[in-house]
């Protein structure tokens, strides 16, 4: 990290982890003068789009302080069947090469493989999930099973490429648990109950890599008195 007047970035890839009560919301809160959290999420997307847009959010030398923490959180779109939504589905080989190709980038724009979090796939509740298709005229084009598929095949991953993993689509699961109070009424998105199941979990993993970042200026009993600048200017030691 830069010196100590620098505060450090992550970066999510969910677009609605910033509403009201979402995970993402949690996390710039939690980390609110040490970390900016930025939201890089798309609603809809795979990986196969994610991949060719990640140079647009990431460059290195870019005027953003390197990021400190990079979460990457994908497979209830590419899981979706071929069938009923081909314009989503990505084929699990192709998944696998996508996830790690976005790491191997980072990589390569000094985004090292530890500041790297992957997480799997929620469960799908599938009941909720088909009234929602039906409500859309569509067939069913999602399936728990499928998506565990996803979710194990992206655990392989982040062992194969020395990443953490946040693996939601089992821990949401344990103990046969009804995982559907997870998620909101499609079956699909994470409910508010969801999304603090998923900062709770995910906080351990993002502590330990953002435990060093230094406070952003001095706490206000801390400020010089008779000359402020002193403790709020230059480096930001005071």
């Not at 992550?10 to 677009?15: K, R």
């Not at 609110?32 to 290195?60: E, M, Q």
Request: glycine share 6%.
């Amino acid at each position: 990290l830069p010196a100590s007047s620098k505060a450090g970035n992550g970066l999510l890839f969910l677009q609605f982890s910033f509403q009201q009560g979402g995970w993402g919301a949690s996390l710039a809160d939690k980390l609110v003068r040490r970390c900016d959290v930025l939201n890089r999420g798309f609603s809809g997307y795979n990986t196969r789009w994610a991949k060719i847009i990640l140079p647009r959010l990431i460059r290195k030398g870019n005027n953003l302080d390197n990021p400190v923490v990079v979460t990457i959180f994908f497979g209830s779109n590419d899981s979706a069947l071929k069938d009923e939504n081909p314009k989503q589905h990505i084929p699990l080989e192709e998944y696998v090469a996508n996830l790690k190709s976005m790491v191997q980038y980072l990589k390569s724009v000094d985004v090292p493989e530890h500041r790297v979090i992957l997480i799997t796939p929620p469960p799908l509740c599938e009941t909720a999930w088909e009234k929602e298709c039906i409500m859309q005229g569509w067939k069913i084009n999602r399936l728990n099973s499928v998506v565990g598929e996803y979710a194990s095949v992206c655990l392989q991953v982040a062992q194969d490429c020395g990443t953490d993993v946040l693996d939601l689509w089992t821990m949401m699961q344990k103990d046969n648990e009804d995982f559907s109070s997870y998620l909101s009424s499609d079956g699909l998105h994470l409910s508010p109950k969801g999304n603090e199941f998923l900062f709770l979990h995910l906080w351990p993993l993002i502590e330990k890599k953002v435990s060093s970042l230094p406070l952003l200026l001095p706490y206000w009993k801390d400020v010089a008195e008779a000359r402020p600048e002193l403790s709020l200017l230059g480096d930001g030691d005071h």
